[in-house]
């Protein structure tokens, strides 16, 4: 009987014990790649909206204006940080630009804390500015107090063309003049308003929260750059969308942190679990183990049986784990994707990932296989006389 066989039919004798131990892998290995999904996913739809998609290619803000913004939308409120308006005409005189927007941006939570609504005052330029920005219904502004919802936002409230709704917190009517298509980004879920409108109603009249850029040629953006820095004042900051981009996943760094201590939390949990199934194993088992010593094994012998045992064990709950973490992965995005407070992308924040999937396995075996060590070793000191006088 070969080893693997031996070690096999050791483990048959405790199947509960042996299946408990591999779950507690599986759902390492699933924790594992579910985050590592989450994670490389969500960076790369970050980056995937904002440098490659999105019409914008830069901003000019206040220094540390991102972060700030990201700010905003999560506690509901209203930045300090602005940049003025009378930059704006000098910034349309550009042949560079293909588009200059200026924007402002703010949130209103409820007084229960139950929500936050997202305004942002726009001009005409978001049309250029923003590729997928359509209306599925309506159309632009019709007077000052016109507004246009996001598909998120339209649902929400069932409003429709025409239809009014009451802003309590400005104590002001609006009226819907357009709906936009749902594209699966932040903009679902915002109201817009002209941008005089967004100034006079937080009163920073001439005050912006941005200004985004589109340049008539990307190559020349550090030439441009570097132009327009010259022209503003000190304070401003001129920024690119992969900066930006940067900016919004520091921001997520937190839930990142997070999500990596469950992991760990997952992985003690199993280390644990399997040297304690072992080490029982091994103690359970010390009459037969002195008895292989007598008859000729080694400690090598016996290293290679408690490791390939735990092997075993290994391999299975890991494939099991990995595999179910590529079934976990679409669905944990989807459910992020409403928790998430920085910035929501218009893709898929997680793909089931091959790549993923076979390091999470190759890491939870490995761990796996170096927690036999311990309850191996201790097997290989068991001395025979001892075992046999006690018993």
């Known amino acids: 009987m070969t080893f ?139 007077t000052r107090d016109s507004i246009i919802l996001g598909a998120e936002m339209a649902r929400i409230e069932n409003l429709g063309i025409g239809d009014r709704t009451y802003v309590e917190h400005f104590d002001t009517e609006f009226v819907v003049s357009g709906i936009l298509h749902r594209n699966y980004s932040q903009d679902d879920g915002t109201f817009f308003m002209p941008l005089a409108t967004a100034q006079s109603l937080v009163k920073r009249e001439g005050k912006l929260s941005a200004v985004a850029l589109k340049l008539a040629d990307i190559s020349a953006m550090d030439t441009v750059r570097n132009r327009i820095r010259a022209s503003m004042p000190a304070d401003y900051f001129v920024i690119g969308s992969r900066e930006l981009s940067d900016g919004i996943l520091q921001f997520f760094s937190s839930t990142r942190a997070i999500m990596f201590v469950m992991v760990g939390v997952a992985f003690l949990i199993s280390v644990c679990g399997i040297i304690n199934t072992m080490l029982m194993a091994v103690l359970e088992r010390r009459r037969e183990i002195a008895y292989l010593k007598c008859v000729g094994a080694g400690k090598y012998d016996l290293l290679r049986l408690i490791s390939l045992e735990t092997t075993a064990i290994a391999i299975a709950g890991s494939a099991v784990g990995a595999l179910l973490g590529m079934v976990l992965s679409p669905v944990s995005g989807n459910l992020l994707r409403r928790f998430l407070i920085a910035y929501v992308p218009s893709g898929a924040i997680a793909r089931p990932d091959p790549v993923i999937a076979l390091a999470a396995f190759g890491v939870c075996t490995l761990v796996g296989m170096a927690c036999s060590l311990y309850p191996a070793l201790r097997a290989a000191k068991i001395i025979p006389m001892e075992v046999l006088r006690n018993e």
């Not at 005409?89 to 229960?112: N, S």
């Not at 804390?113 to 001009?123: A, E, H, K, Q, Y």
Request: aromatic share 8%; glycine share 8%.
């Open 4 to 142: 693997i066989k031996v070690a096999i039919s050791n483990l048959r004798r405790n199947p509960v014990r042996s299946l408990l131990t591999g779950l507690s892998l599986a759902v390492s290995a699933a924790t594992l790649s579910v985050v590592l999904s989450l994670d490389q996913g969500y960076s790369n739809a970050v980056t995937n909206d904002l440098v490659h998609k999105t019409g914008v290619h830069m901003y000019i803000t206040k220094e540390g204006c991102p972060i700030e913004a990201a700010s905003v939308i999560a506690q509901g409120g209203l930045s300090p940080l602005y940049v003025d308006e009378s930059i704006v005409a000098r910034l349309e005189k550009m042949p560079e630009l293909a588009a200059v927007m200026p924007f402002k941006l703010f949130a209103v939570t409820t007084d229960d804390g139950s929500r936050t609504d997202i305004f942002m005052g726009i001009t005409d330029a978001v049309e250029k500015i923003k590729p997928d920005w359509r209306f599925a219904s309506g159309g632009w502004f019709t």
